[in-house]
């Protein structure tokens, strides 16, 4: 039996099963079981990688955000207006064929904005070029979900699904689960938590036995899901901030558009009327959590022109790197004003953590 029919088999049964509290043990299994088929699903194949086929666009800039959206959702007409780079718009599906990369200038960053073909129903098990746009998604620093506001409110869980598919979590920090494989001494296991609701003993051991690891030292430290453990065993799950982009505003109600803008980690624009766009930009900056820090040379006063743009929790050391690849090893102390000085300025050392805003000078031996 293909991997395909395996997965349509646990499908069925899963949903042939009653939930209630006599099945939940088999149906945690079976979930357990549908992981292990998709991930097999996903792992590249061969004929998949032909040169040419792929949308390996190089990394450039300081940040990565992509575009996902069903077809003739906006994604094209979006690029084409908060970047210098003309994606080509049409009405009709599939405009788009390829990955369009253009750049967002913003407070001095350069972030690279990926435009890429629409995606339909299925994309993650291959259909249409679906593989290939899903797996530039797991490259984003932030994904854009583009939805058409006039359409069915449907489109965000159903693409959704189809990035949990292939491994992409949005908007959900890592599960907290310690786990380590090891040589020998069987399953060790701990939790810190005074009752767990979805998990036990008896299913870490019966997943793990499933999965074929008989040695680990597992330890659970918040009340986690069958779901959330099993993405931490397999490992490769990408946790993607992700914002939701409705366009097309300009043809849904005021009613239905208040409504829509107060969804969580949304944003609701109409490129066709220029609506909101400045905005839509300002957030995308927000959830990238990139920080501006100036570098000033001594007896100079800082260049504010010419920002160093570093992620956020960035130490003296990350913006030494950035300055340039071997600054570090002759860094004596730096001197830093602003927020995250205590006195300005105060001196530091690498591992000090830099704010937004932060006037930094380094002194080398
Ligand atoms: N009413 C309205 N139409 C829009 C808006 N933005 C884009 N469109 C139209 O929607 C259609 C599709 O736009 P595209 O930018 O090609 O959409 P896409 O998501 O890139 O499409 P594919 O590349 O085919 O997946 C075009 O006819 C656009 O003019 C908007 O804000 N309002
Ligand atoms: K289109
Ligand atoms: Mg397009």
């Known amino acids: 039996m293909g991997i395909l029919e ?14 209630n509290k006599a099945t939940e043990y088999h149906l945690g299994l079976l979930k357990a079981k549908l992981a292990k088929y998709r991930a097999q699903l996903l792992e590249p194949t061969t004929k998949s990688s032909k040169p040419g086929e792929g949308f390996d666009v190089l990394k450039s800039g300081d940040a990565r955000v992509v575009f996902i959206g069903f077809p003739s959702v906006g994604k094209s007409t979006l690029l084409s207006k908060i970047t210098e780079t003309k994606s080509e718009v049409a009405s ?16 001095g960053a350069e972030i690279q904005a990926l435009d890429l073909p629409g995606i339909i129903q299925g994309a ?14 797991k490259t984003a620093d932030v994904i854009l979900m583009v939805l058409d506001a006039t359409k069915s409110r449907e489109q965000k869980a159903q693409l959704t699904a189809e990035l949990e598919a292939v491994g992409i979590r949005l908007n959900r920090p890592k599960p ?14 701990n939790t810190t938590c ?3 609701t979805y998990m036990d003993e008896k299913m870490v051991m019966n997943i793990l036995r499933d999965y074929k690891i008989h040695n680990a030292d597992v330890m659970i430290r918040e009340d986690c899901t069958v779901d959330d453990f099993i993405d931490v065993i397999i490992g490769t799950r990408k946790y993607v901030k992700c914002l939701y982009v409705y366009n097309k ?3 849904i109600s005021m009613e239905e558009l208040e409504r829509l803008a107060r969804e969580p980690h949304t944003v609701v624009i109409s490129c066709e009327m220029n609506l909101n766009l400045e905005h839509l930009v300002d957030r995308i900056w927000e959830e990238l959590g990139l920080l501006r820090v100036y570098t000033k040379r001594k007896g100079k006063a800082p260049d504010f022109s010419d920002a160093l743009i570093v992620r956020e929790a960035s130490s003296i050391e990350n913006v030494c790197h950035s300055i340039h690849r071997t600054l570090a090893e002759h860094f004596r102390y730096a001197l830093v004003w602003g927020a995250s000085a205590k006195h300005s300025p105060q001196r530091v050392g690498l591992t000090h953590m830099v704010a937004e805003g932060d006037v930094v000078s380094i002194v080398t031996k």
């Open 6 to 19: 395996k997965i349509k088999d646990i499908e069925e049964e899963m949903a042939r099963t009653q939930k």
């Open 249 to 251: 505003i300009d043809g």
């Open 124 to 137: 993650s098990q291959g259909k249409g070029r679906g593989r290939q746009v899903v797996a530039v998604a």
């Open 92 to 107: 009709y599906e599939f405009t788009t064929l390829t990955a369009i990369p253009g750049v967002i200038n913003y407070h």
């Open 176 to 189: 907290d689960i310690v786990f380590k494989i090891k040589k020998g001494g069987g399953i060790t296991f």
């Open 194 to 196: 005074k009752s767990l």
